[in-house]
Structures are given as C-alpha cells and as structure tokens.
T-cell receptor, first 110, second 118 residues
Framework: GEDVEQSLFLSVREGDSSVINCTYT??????LYWYKQEPGAGLQLLTY?????DMKQDQRLTVLLNKKDKHLSLRIADTQTGDSAIYFC??????????FGGGTRLMVKP | GAVVSQHPSRVICKSGTSVKIECRSL??????MFWYRQFPKQSLMLMAT?????????EQGVEKDKFLINHASLTLSTLTVTSAHPEDSSFYIC??????????????FGPGTRLTVL
C-alpha cells in the first residue's frame, strides 16, 4: 500500500534555512503536497508540486522532487518563530485520496 | 481561498452519548468531503470519503455504524459518533474538495473538532 515517511523532529535557529524531508512509495502519484499544522488547528496547504516537476519555488518555500528516488523536500528560507509547527507531506492516490506522512515537528529557536 | 468550517470546535460528552460534528464549505461547493482522525502527535488517518447524495465509503477498520456520515448537500457533511466511548476521544478533521477542483486536486481542511469523551 501507500506509505509516506518523514523524520519526526527538526530544530533550527531563527534566520537559518529548514529542510524537511519526505519519502513516498507510490510512483503513480500525480501531486505531492506540503501542509502546515499549528497546535490545535487544522491543516493549511502550503504548496504542492506536480509529479513532472523537479522544483517549485514560492517566496520562502522551495520544494524539490526527486521522482527516481521518490524523495520530496521542503526548504524554508529565513525560518521564523512563526514557522514552528508540524509539517506533513502527502501524496495523492486513487485520484483524490491523500496519504499523509507522520509529520515533522519544526522548532525554531530565537 | 476556499474556507471550510467545523462545528463545534471542542466538545466534551459523557460515555454512551452521541455527538454530531458539522463540516461546511463556506464559499464553494464540495463534491467530495473527507473525514480524518488524528491522535496526539500522530498523522491524520482517513476515516471515510463522502460524496453528496450517496453513501460514504469507509476505510478498512472504521466502523460505519459507529461513525455515521451524512453528506446531505454540496456544502455540508456531518459525522456522528454514536455511543461514544473514551477511546473515541480524538481530533476530527474534515476536508472538502471543490466541484471545480483546479490544479492540484486540492482539499481544503477544516480547523478540526476536539472530542473528549469522559
């Protein structure tokens, strides 16, 4: 079945770059997503990438996709304390079903 | 952007009672709504998928008689946790996919409902 994995925790200093990694197994995924979840809240879609792209940049966010290795990463430049949250990667399967990774808790130290 | 609301945001109930959670798409019509469950410090688990006017499709291991889903209109889906027990305590999140789902097949998520069963 579909499996999406992420590291559990990442700690960075304010102003540094954060890189959150994700691996997935379904080679037929068409879209891959990054969601942000703040404490006690729902999910906010940060960005997504189509599977035929290698990179997508959106302001401070850069998504890199290595389709051969089924590896997805999210880079946050100039990380701020407000970026502290849990970040989930997700892939689409069966047309419209999302499989989520376990989430990476990002802690930004002042 | 598209907004999805959930009501209530928090609910505490006694064991054995039923709780209804509403999920509404506020500014768009949703052909499909999804219900997820999230345990503390864990990822989201898809419980069921509902399409307007038809029966929900439940994921393996999810009891359909326990978690009743009604998708009565293109803007409203409800999840009823029947005869709730403490193990049903969790964070329930819904998402909605637009009729006019654009690039990315986006699902828009509600803010979640925290259910505590005493």
């Amino acid at each position: 079945g579909e499996d999406v994995e992420q590291s559990l925790f990442l700690s960075v200093r304010e102003g540094d770059s954060s890189v959150i990694n994700c691996t997935y197994t379904d080679s037929s995924s068409t879209y891959l997503y990054w969601y942000k979840q703040e404490p006690g809240a729902g999910l906010q879609l940060l960005t997504y990438i189509f599977s035929n792209m290698d990179m997508k940049q959106d302001q401070r966010l850069t998504v890199l996709l290595n389709k051969k290795d089924k590896h997805l990463s999210l880079r946050i430049a100039d990380t701020q304390t407000g970026d502290s949250a849990i970040y989930f990667c997700a892939e689409i399967y069966a047309g419209n079903m999302l499989t989520f990774g376990g989430g990476t808790r990002l802690m930004v130290k002042p | 952007g598209a907004v999805v609301s959930q009501h209530p945001s928090r609910v505490i109930c006694k064991s054995g009672t039923s709780v209804k959670i509403e999920c509404r798409s506020l500014d768009f019509q949703a052909t499909t709504m999804f219900w997820y469950r999230q345990f503390p410090k864990q990822s989201l688990m898809l419980m069921a998928t509902s399409n307007e006017g038809s029966k929900a499709t439940y994921e393996q291991g999810v009891e359909k008689d326990k978690f009743l889903i009604n998708h009565a209109s293109l803007t409203l889906s409800t999840l009823t946790v029947t005869s709730a027990h403490p193990e049903d305590s969790s964070f329930y999140i819904c998402s909605a996919r637009s009729v006019l789902a654009g690039v990315g097949n986006e699902q828009f998520f509600g803010p979640g409902t925290r259910l505590t069963v005493l």
